[in-house]
């Protein structure tokens, strides 16, 4: 016997629609299963998980301080992987933007101005694009697999914070903590709302949402973009150039998983610390693709992700089981929404005939 | 020996109501066929007309949905392209599976059984290969062979095997004239022993000369079953394309203008280790000519096609002139602002990307060329969404593009049709100068007579255009000038009507520039 995957002659419109819905609710399915095995009340936990964060103003707060930095790395992430370059380093050149952009509040912390929130911004997106960089240079010119250069960069940016962190940046009055000092006030980004301690952080991922959306849209970068992922042939011949398109998509994933950076620093933590993100870069794949690469799908799935972790969070608390039930969740779902995809496309076909049976006579 | 087997009604192989369906696609539908022992059987359609899927089952690289292949008489499955070498059939594709760094003793070992010692399968394949007149030597390396001599290989692995039915793919779509003519020589003397050969072709021609009965397949459907020696080229067209094909008239090119593309001492190193370098490439091309460069494949035509294009500009700008300025070092929106126009060998990914719509293929070509009309919003390059689909219903009405809905996706569309899109999206801009890889290849008949009046038309209105194909009938019907590419040395140019197919057969054989005046003038 063989399972055949088969191409299906058209995919179906409604179900391509409803197929993320479909590849959440599997998901909640094992979950329960999950949570059953584990001896909780599967109903209770789930309430608990993906429910409770939904109910109160501040856990909603909390949502988009967490939704914002996912939304904004998947936002340049669908960027990098519509143009077939696959940059999986976010999350260090989200740290490395945190750092760039921390320069001023913590090396320069005694300069007051109005000018030092934004400047904080651009150098954190500087820094995110520059390590960015460095896996496009290797693939633009030397041929290097960009999975692997950016992948691993992650571990030199997070090694480099907690050397930062621990060194020279330490907080003078920390009490030895591995911490840099506070930032002052005009360093930190300020609340959107008076209601909670929601940051522009999240306004900045609606925005970047929204034009990278309009580019894909109407542009001919966007176009450029999506011509050069289909085929880089067919993109030379409409004379586009690959090597380009490796640095802009790059370049602009670094920027705004920088940005992400900063703001989460700047808006959230407030000073640098060894660890300062929760895998954002690594959960924006899965919310990219969740997204189905399309901006505003990011917006929605950014939130479903964020819930991810809230509702972690909660049930480590309410609940008692590991906060890596989060991770387990983020996996499930990413499992489902490929599979649905898969089987969007295609139809599976059991074969049940013997292989191994040459010529048989059938009289 | 095959003789003795032969059943009742005397075919070897026989299939009946055959059927293969893709998704909703029936690609071979209820397919009938029979093969006598010793006969020399052709199976014509056009591309796509279901021909190699029919092979592929007959072989066993497929699996047939429903009917059935019966083998002297009996019903067989055959599972597996072993499972069909043990019932006496051999297959020679159409693109070999050789390897390069490997002798022709050790490719043709590795398909036998591995107790084998290697020089008892070079001391049988050489005498075999005498013995059909396929002259080979064992210990040569496969890098070193031509297409022809590797073709060879093929089919003395097929041989080595004893089969009685060989199966032959479209075999002189890669060979010269002359090579050609010996391959029909052994094809002879496998009839003459009593073997069967199923040859599978689009070239009327070959197929009248050498088949005993012919099998016409067109949409997967068998359209006709005949004695190829009865019909006339008109009658099989019509059986392979359903309605008459209309002639291509070539009358009114040839009126001289100014030189309108020249390449000058052209050379570009091989970009890969299996690219064919440029070597001194000299041509011109006229307004009012139509220049077609002849060669089998793999001789530097798609090396020559990027470098005129400007996909990969080469070194020396005074290599390439476009309307007498230099342009070797540009690139190719540059020479399309020139005037120029490109359509490339590959439809798929190439020419076109195929999950996007005709629209987006439109704006694929010509984005930079046409950005007055099509791209707005200054730098921001919004593209003009109305502005390019009343481009693309043009270009479709013009070139009779059949297509389902307003804007398909360029995969939805068959060869020919996306072919004449990917023309007509060029002709549209009325370039002075055109260059066109392979322009009919694997596109219907009905579509192919379109696209070479079209480029005949457009040298007539004065401008430029060079022709890169392997299809000799298609170069003799558009070209006013024939050269010759061989391991990317372009021969001297001669007007059409001077050449004969086998003065060209010799050129694409290599006869390079010296030798053939001499050889010319001998003739």
Redesign the interface.
């Known amino acids: 016997m063989r399972i055949e995957l ?4 058209k995919v179906s419109v409604l179900f391509s629609i409803f197929s993320p819905f479909i590849a959440l609710i599997l998901t909640l399915i094992a979950g329960a299963i999950m949570f059953a095995m584990l001896g909780k009340d599967p109903g209770y936990a789930l309430y608990s998980f993906f429910i409770e964060p939904l109910m109160e103003v501040w856990s909603l707060h909390e949502l988009a301080i967490k939704a914002g930095p996912l939304i904004l790395i998947a936002v340049g992430l669908s960027v990098c992987y519509r143009s077939n370059n696959w940059n999986i380093g976010a999350e260090g050149q989200f740290i490395m933007g945190a750092i760039a952009g921390s320069i001023i509040p913590v090396v320069f912390y005694e300069w007051q101005s109005p000018l030092v929130l934004p400047l904080m911004l651009v150098m954190g997106m500087l820094g995110g694009a520059l390590f960015a960089g460095i896996p496009a240079f290797l693939k633009a010119h030397m041929n290097t697999n960009e999975i692997l250069t950016s992948l691993m960069l992650v571990y030199v940016a997070q090694l480099f914070l907690d050397w930062l962190v621990r060194g020279p940046w330490r907080n003078p009055g920390g009490m030895n903590f591995p911490e840099t000092r506070t930032f002052g006030a005009e360093a930190i980004l300020p609340e959107m709302l008076a209601s909670g301690r929601a940051h522009w952080g999240f306004a900045f991922a609606i925005i970047a949402a929204i034009l990278v959306w309009l580019m894909m849209r ?4 966007g ?1 450029e973009i ?2 050069l992922g ?2 880089e ?2 993109g ?4 586009f150039s690959s090597r380009k398109m490796i640095w802009f998509s790059m370049l602009l994933s670094g920027a705004l998983a920088g940005l992400a950076g900063i703001s989460e620093v700047s808006g959230a933590i407030q000073q640098l610390r060894p660890v300062i993100s929760p895998g954002y870069g690594f959960t924006a794949i899965i919310v990219a693709f969740l997204g189905r690469l399309n901006p505003l799908g990011i917006v929605a799935s950014g939130l479903v992700l964020a819930l991810t972790y809230l509702g972690g969070e909660a049930a480590q608390l309410s609940l008692g089981v590991s906060d890596k039930v989060t991770r387990v969740f983020q996996g499930l779902l990413l499992f489902f929404v490929l599979s649905c995809d898969t089987l969007l496309h295609f139809k599976i076909r059991m074969v049940w ?1 013997d ?1 191994n ?7 | 020996m095959a003789g003795e087997q032969e059943t009742v009604d005397g075919s070897l192989l026989a299939v009946d109501k055959l059927t293969k369906v893709f ?3 029936a690609a071979c539908d209820h397919i009938d066929l029979a093969i006598r022992t010793g006969e020399i059987h052709a199976l014509l359609g056009e591309n796509g007309a279901g021909k190699s899927t029919l092979v592929k089952m007959l072989f066993g690289v497929l ?1 047939p949905t429903s009917g059935r292949i019966l083998w002297q008489g ?7 392209p ?2 069909a070498r ?2 006496g059939i051999g297959m020679v594709f159409q693109h070999f599976s050789l390897f390069e760094a490997l002798t022709v003793a050790e490719n043709i070992a590795l398909s036998m059984d591995p107790g084998v010692s290697l020089a008892k399968i070079s001391d049988e394949a050489a005498s075999l290969s005498r013995s059909y007149g396929l002259p080979l030597d064992p210990k040569a390396h496969v890098a070193d062979l031509s297409v022809g001599e590797r073709q060879r290989i093929e089919i003395v692995r097929a041989l080595l095997q004893n089969p009685q039915l060989i199966i032959l793919d479209e075999p002189t779509s890669v060979l010269t004239p002359q090579e050609a003519d010996r391959l029909f020589e052994t094809l002879a003397k496998l009839k003459s022993e009593g073997r069967s050969v199923l040859y599978i072709s689009h070239r009327l021609e070959e197929v009248q000369r050498i088949c005993d009965r012919a099998t016409v397949l067109r949409h997967g459907k068998v359209t006709g079953a005949c004695d190829p020696r009865q019909e006339t080229p008109a009658s099989l067209a019509r059986m392979m394309v359903g309605s008459d094909v209309a002639h291509v008239s070539a009358e009114g090119t040839g009126v001289r203008g100014d030189v309108l593309l020249e390449a000058r001492n052209l050379s570009a190193a091989a970009r890969t280790p299996f690219a064919v370098s440029l070597k001194h490439v000299c041509l011109k091309v006229r307004g009012g000519e139509v220049l077609a460069i002849a060669g089998v494949a793999g001789n530097g035509q798609s090396e020559l096609f990027d470098a005129l ?1 400007g ?1 990969y500009p080469v070194a020396d700008a005074s290599a390439i002139q476009l309307r007498q300025k230099p342009v070797g070092t540009l ?3 540059a020479r ?1 602002l020139i005037g120029s126009g ?1 359509v ?1 060998e ?1 439809r798929h ?8 719509p005709l629209s ?1 293929n439109l ?3 010509r ?2 060329s046409d950005r007055k009309a099509f ?1 707005g ?1 200054g730098r ?4 003009r969404q109305d502005a390019v689909k009343r481009a693309t219903k043009r270009i479709c009405e013009v070139m009779d593009v059949r297509k389902s809905g307003e804007d398909p996706a360029a995969g939805s569309l068959s060869g020919g049709n996306l072919q004449k899109f990917i023309v007509g999206r060029e002709l549209d801009r009325q370039p002075s100068v055109l260059v066109v890889n392979q322009p009919t290849w694997g596109v219907d008949a009905g579509a192919a007579s379109r696209i070479r009046q079209a480029l005949v038309d457009l040298a007539k209105s004065g401008s430029a255009v060079l022709v890169i194909s392997q299809d000799l009938d298609e170069i003799f019907e558009v070209a006013t000038e024939i050269a010759v590419i061989n391991e990317g040395r372009l021969s001297d140019a001669y007007p059409a009507k001077e050449l004969s197919r086998e003065k060209i057969g010799l050129l694409m054989g290599g006869m390079h520039v010296g030798k053939q005046a001499e050889s010319l003038d001998a003739h």
Do not use: C, Y
């Open positions: 088969e191409k299906r002659p109407f542009t001919l970068k176009f999506t011509v289909q085929s042939r067919a030379r011949f409409a004379g005939a292989l049976d040459t010529v048989k006579d059938t009289h | 998704g909703t696609f699996a009996q019903p067989v499955r055959i599972a597996s072993n499972a043990k019932l294009s996909e690139g190719i929106n399309r490109f490339p590959e990914g190439h020419a076109a990307v195929s999950a996007l987006d704006v694929l070509a984005s930079e791209i919003g921001l390059g919004i593209i």
